[in-house]
């Protein structure tokens, strides 16, 4: 063999150069997955933070709706919630929790807490406004922290309509609302500061995203330029010499012996058997692998296609003909070897060019379907249904036949001895099930 260039060291080359490159582009997408996943925590915590400073307001907001109903109609109820919210849903002193996670949110942080504070202070003239209430209603079990508030010598004179009245005023003036404002202006101080922290760090966050999408970016346009170069060696030196062996193999010609080295050797062998194939074509005879009668395949034509086929694309059914020993008894063995003729005619229309019909025994035949790893089941049931029609067709003349039939899909046969030994077990079900009707393999 003459010496060339090496489609091997190529392809080693070609080989370092990808791991090279993919392994900077993984580590280029891992970073790039990191920045992603931080843009997206920083989102999440904005979210939290600023439904931290809302739940603060709204826990205010309810506190405040409780006791001006409290107050208005004397409901207990209303008391109830308002001392629940305050005491068992905690969802100020939540919020306050939620904001305080490092030094960055201590601006934010402190605005909330003085929202707090003016919350907290808000909620002594409340206490005092629901303690007029149940004074005036004579209500004798309330929250004992209502014990401590003692009203002043002119509520304590007034009558149980104006203590009510006294009530409502404390928590529907002016000055109540004034409070709540300062309140909500707090919160409102507290999301600008969230808005400009978060604001600031996505920033940061997008500057490295631009950053590792341009490093990505050059990776890729040098693996690509790399692949491409390889690609070129490789369709010089390997793929072109294949393409014009396949057209010289089409047209049964020797194939020229050019390209890398390792192309020039298997052209070389190649060259070599196709000399010996030629002078033993001559040597093959058709009536030694098809069956005389029928044309289809016989048992040494099944043979060599089972040696061949592919287990994981090929379907194989056992075909029997029911009831043929009548058939030859009733009508005679000539009419017997037609309706077998009309068999494989029928099989050969139904079935496409390039799946085999075969004969293996008296009324036994063999049909592999290749090359259907993705065929419907149902498409096979069509096709058998089909067989079964053309054959009760009796105006040939012919008396009507039925088949049946077992199926096996190669990926449930271990290997090519125990495939046929599994289609004929489904056809022997098919069999007892009543004949004229088929089994898959599975299904037994």
């Not at 369709?235 to 012996?257: F, N, Q, T, W």
């Not at 059914?317 to 017997?336: A, P, Q, R, W």
């Not at 088949?403 to 495939?419: E, F, H, M, P």
């Amino acid at each position: 063999m003459k010496k060339g260039i090496s489609l091997r060291t190529i392809h080693i080359w070609l080989i370092i150069t990808m791991i090279i490159w993919s392994g900077t582009v993984l580590i280029a997408s891992f970073r790039l997955t990191n920045t992603f996943l931080q843009l997206s925590y920083v989102e999440e915590e904005h979210t939290e933070l600023q439904k931290a400073a809302h739940e603060l307001m709204d826990a205010s907001d309810y506190l405040t709706e409780s006791v001006q109903r409290f107050t208005l109609n004397g409901d207990r109820r209303f008391l109830e919630q308002y001392f629940t919210e305050a005491f068992e849903s905690n969802r100020r002193e939540e919020a306050i929790a939620k904001m305080d996670v490092d030094e960055k949110t201590h601006k934010a942080l402190e605005q909330l807490k003085e929202a707090m504070s003016h919350s907290v202070k808000l909620m002594d003239q409340e206490y005092y406004a629901m303690k007029l209430v149940i004074d005036a209603k004579g209500y004798g079990d309330y929250p004992e922290i209502l014990d401590t508030i003692e009203l002043s010598k002119e509520d304590m004179a007034l009558a149980p309509e104006d203590k009510i009245r006294r009530a409502t005023e404390l928590v529907l003036n002016d000055d109540y609302y004034d409070q709540k404002d300062n309140i909500r202006k707090d919160m409102q101080e507290s999301l600008k500061e969230v808005d400009k922290l978060m604001a600031a760090i996505k920033d940061d966050e997008f500057a490295v995203l631009k950053r590792e999408l341009n490093f990505v970016r050059i990776v890729i346009v040098i693996q690509v330029v790399s692949i491409l170069i390889m690609v070129r060696l490789t369709s010089l030196l390997g793929i072109h010499p294949v393409l014009k062996a396949v057209d010289r193999i089409k047209s049964d010609s020797p194939i020229p012996e050019v390209g890398a080295n390792e192309f020039k050797y298997l052209a070389q062998a190649y060259n070599k058997m196709y000399a010996k194939y030629r002078s033993s074509l001559e040597n093959l005879n058709y009536k030694a692998s098809h069956d005389e009668l029928t044309g289809a395949y016989n048992r040494v034509g099944y043979e060599i296609l089972l040696s061949g086929i592919d287990l994981e694309t090929t379907y194989m059914m056992l075909l029997d003909v029911d009831n043929f020993k009548s058939i030859n008894d009733t009508y005679g063995h000539e009419t017997g070897d037609k309706v077998l003729v009309k068999l494989v005619e029928v099989l050969n229309c139904i079935f496409r060019d390039d799946d085999c019909v075969c004969r293996i025994g008296g009324d036994e035949f063999v049909v592999f379907m290749v090359h259907s790893s993705g065929i419907p089941r149902r498409l096979i049931e069509s096709k058998i249904n089909q067989i079964n029609e053309e054959l009760e067709n009796t105006d040939d003349g012919l008396p009507p036949i039925s088949i049946s039939v077992g199926i096996i899909n190669g990926k449930d046969a271990t290997d090519r001895a125990t495939l046929f030994e599994k289609t004929d077990e489904a056809m022997y079900e098919s069999k007892k099930r009543g004949k004229h009707t088929y089994t898959f393999y599975n299904e037994t």
